[in-house]
């Protein structure tokens, strides 16, 4: 029953070839999270969307775009990776924003660069 | 700069041990503090949470203690198991909704 899902589970592009990350949900969830978890180190926040509304990190770099087609879509594009890129890569969401809502998070997709 | 200082990164504890992870904060505005259990090729999934209002938090075996003054809060796994072997990870979080996340725990209970 899972109910926030990335795909895929691993993914291998090569350098500066960009490459789409996705994650659907069947909560209804009004809020959607993409976090970059490298080795050893704790998730980073990237951006995350309440409904349409995109809101980005202030040190998110510009290589990282996301998309949110609609409720249960969302998509973490990386125009060109670099090899520092490489990390596991987090969706959450959580029914609204707020500091004491629960964060429901994916598997994660683990992405490497070539 | 780690907003949130998490330790040990590591943990090897014999079945029915006690389990005991610290974290450590500086932003006085933070008032939410989860901590997330996330098992091997799982996402995280949230286990217990606390607010600065009390010291301690209990559910089933395993309790938060914090400490407003010395900004430090804790994890305790009571009588621990092989099947809490997992990543373990502290959260802050403040008004804003950014989540500020430990590096992690690995525990392992070792039958």
């Known amino acids: 029953d899972a109910m926030v899902i990335q795909n895929p589970r691993y993914q291998v592009t090569q350098f500066g070839k960009p490459v789409t990350l996705s994650c659907s949900q069947t909560?209804?969830?009004?809020?959607m999270y993409w976090y970059q978890q490298k080795s050893s180190q704790a998730p980073k926040l990237l951006f995350h969307?309440?409904?349409?509304?995109?809101?980005n990190e202030a040190d998110t770099p510009d290589n990282f775009q996301s998309r949110r087609p609609n409720t249960s879509f969302c998509f973490l594009d990386i125009r060109s990776p670099g090899l520092g890129d490489a990390a596991m890569y987090l969706c959450?969401?959580?029914?609204?924003?707020?500091?004491?809502?629960?964060?429901?998070f994916g598997s994660g997709t683990q992405l490497s660069v070539l | 700069q780690q907003q949130v200082k998490q330790s040990p990164q590591s943990l090897i504890v014999q079945k029915g041990g006690i389990s005991i992870i610290n974290c450590a904060y500086e932003?006085?505005?933070?008032?939410?503090f989860p901590w997330y259990q996330q098992f091997p090729g799982k996402g995280p999934a949230l286990l217990i949470a606390?607010?600065?209002?009390?010291s301690e938090k209990k559910e089933g075996r395993f309790t938060i203690s914090f400490n407003k003054s010395a900004k430090q809060f804790s994890l305790h796994i009571m009588d621990s198991q092989p099947g809490d072997s997992a990543t373990y990870f502290c959260?802050?979080?403040?008004?804003?909704?950014?989540?500020?996340f430990g590096t992690g725990t690995s525990l392992t209970v070792i039958p």
């Open positions: 932003n006085t505005a933070f008032d939410y």
């Open positions: 959260a802050a979080s403040n008004t804003g909704n950014q989540f500020y």
């Open positions: 909560l209804n969830h009004n809020v």
């Open positions: 969307y309440y409904d349409k509304d995109f809101n």
């Open positions: 606390i607010r600065p209002d009390v």
């Open positions: 959450a969401t959580s029914r609204a924003l707020g500091q004491s809502e629960k964060l429901f």
